[in-house]
């Protein structure tokens, strides 16, 4: 159980750290990029929310939690790589 919370804990990090690296080149990348920057700000929040959430829940559901929030961060992960590919 706690490994699966550190796993998530560090997923979470890492997209925070690209996220954090490609938001600062952003400013300098034209409109198309930004729109594609914006739709994966919306599925950050709202991993981002969610992970926070976890520990409010049951074991079982916190699992299923954690599941659906691997899939959607590897979502956003390949958008920022898109996004850095790019720039």
Same mark, same amino acid.
Do not use: C, F, P
């Given at each position: ?18 996220? =954090? ?5 952003? /400013?300098?990348?034209?409109?198309? #990029?930004?729109?594609?920057? %914006?739709? +994966?700000?919306? @599925? ?11 520990? =409010? ?5 916190? /699992?299923?939690?954690?599941?659906? #929030?691997?899939?959607?961060? %590897?979502? +956003?992960?390949? @958008? ?8």
């Amino acid at each position: 159980m706690s490994d699966e919370r550190d796993d998530l804990r560090n997923e979470v990090d890492q997209l925070r750290a690209l996220r =954090d690296e490609l938001h600062v080149q952003l /400013h300098l990348a034209g409109q198309d #990029l930004r729109d594609q920057w %914006d739709r +994966l700000e919306r @599925g950050w929040h709202h991993v981002e929310s969610r992970a926070k959430q976890i520990g =409010d829940v049951s074991d079982d559901v916190a /699992h299923e939690v954690r599941e659906t #929030l691997h899939v959607l961060a %590897d979502q +956003l992960r390949g @958008g920022y790589e898109r996004i850095k590919s790019l720039l």
